[in-house]
């Protein structure tokens, strides 16, 4: 099958104009811009550890695949926490995020598993995944909710209250005028458009105190309520405030606000139980929900009919160490992972996005090995072009 299907043959910047769902477009479009495909599974177990290994890795990668519930000390703040940190990182170095969930369980929980609950998935993360044993329904339950996510976004409103003390220059003795406190971004030019509503109000508390005469005193604070939205034209999301976060990758615009999602249709593991049938309902269910799924997580391409043209992201990659034959067999972990080589999976069985982790993570300079596995599947990805 991944011999015969046009898309095997096909460069990834012809495949971007062909391409339904527009992440995916995006995706063949950076491949093709950064000479990459490769995924980093950031498997690691902190927070700290996660950001600066996707700072020195993204690069050489064009997804950054996660499991956020193996991080500790992952800060679940919309506006400056590990998502938002990831998500600027992901445009300063031209990556995509996949949070690996594998959902799969009845619509309605998944719906609210994907949008709601601390971590808000679908807020930071540009893909994630799903298994669909509980039936063909749940995805488009998450279809669904990712429509009206996208549809919400512009009526969403941010607020924060922050509470001072001022010191006597900041303010004289008359009312604060409302209109001095109103400021408004240029949207045009920021692509951003920040509101500050209920301006500040003197609030004179007396307390039981009194000054160096005797003289009983009050103390004057200041509120301040803070509401932001973001217009429908912004991708932009989770984002931070600091220094540098507005950085993108040169030669490529943001990602489109659109999520996607990879159905779970083969895996890696020894005596996995997904049978072909389930596979074949993985492949009907991407078909009936193209604007929702971009392709799959699989171990060859699963392209057949002469429409298709979904992305497929393989795991169990992994290189023999330098200096040797990196044509030659790769052991599994002892844990049920088998390992195959960029050359086998893309050459051969026509994936177009291989998933490292250990072989990079665990290497003694993780950023040149990701570089060599960068290499090697782009090399094979040529070689399949013919």
């Given at each position: 099958m991944a011999s015969r299907h046009p898309t095997i043959t096909q460069p990834f910047a012809e495949r971007a104009k062909t391409a339904t769902h527009?992440?995916?477009?995006?995706?063949?479009r950076l491949m093709d811009l950064k000479a990459s495909n490769l995924c980093l599974s950031a498997d690691v177990t902190t927070a700290r550890d996660l950001l600066s290994l996707a700072d020195k890795v993204g690069p050489s990668i064009v997804v950054l695949k996660t499991h956020y519930d193996l991080i500790s000390g992952w800060d679940y703040n919309p506006q400056t926490g590990t998502g938002a940190k990831l998500a600027a990182l992901a445009r300063k170095h031209g990556f995509l995020i996949f949070e690996d969930r594998k959902f799969v369980d009845i619509?309605?929980?998944v719906q609210m598993q994907y949008t709601a609950g601390t971590a808000r998935i679908i807020d930071w993360a540009h893909i994630t995944n799903a298994n669909i044993d509980a039936g063909k329904d749940m995805v488009r339950a998450m279809a669904e909710a990712a429509a009206k996510w996208k549809e919400r976004i512009p009526y969403e409103v941010k607020t924060s209250v922050t509470v001072g003390t001022p010191v006597s220059d900041q303010f004289d003795d008359e009312d604060v005028d409302p209109a001095a406190d109103r400021v408004q971004g240029d949207s045009t030019q920021q692509q951003r458009l920040d509101v500050t509503s209920a301006p500040q109000r003197l609030e004179p508390r007396e307390q039981d105190s009194r000054d160096v005469d005797g003289r009983k005193g009050s103390i004057v604070s200041i509120t301040t309520v803070t509401q932001s939205f973001e217009p429908a034209d912004s991708p932009r999301l989770s984002k931070t405030h600091d220094q540098g976060d507005d950085t993108v990758f040169p030669g490529i615009e943001e990602p489109p606000m659109d999520r996607g999602l990879l159905l779970l249709a083969q895996m890696s593991s020894k005596g996995c139980l997904m049978t072909p049938d389930y596979t074949r309902a993985c492949v009907e269910a991407a078909r009936e929900h193209p604007n929702f799924v971009?392709?799959?997580?699989?171990?060859?391409?699963?392209?057949?009919?002469p429409e298709d043209n979904f992305i497929h992201m393989t795991p169990g990659c992994k290189l023999p160490p330098p200096g040797e034959d990196e044509n030659g067999e790769v052991p599994g972990d002892g844990l049920g992972q088998q390992y195959n080589t960029p050359a086998k999976l893309v050459g051969l069985c026509g994936t177009d996005i291989v998933i490292v982790?250990?072989?990079?993570?665990?290497?003694?300079?993780?950023?040149?090995?990701?570089?060599?596995?960068?290499?090697?599947?782009w090399k094979a990805y040529l070689a399949r072009l013919g």
């Open positions: 527009p992440l995916t477009r995006y995706l063949f619509g309605k929980t971009m392709g799959f997580v699989a171990q060859e391409s699963l392209n057949s009919a982790g250990r072989g990079i993570i665990q290497a003694g300079d993780p950023p040149s090995e990701a570089e060599r596995y960068r290499r090697r599947a």
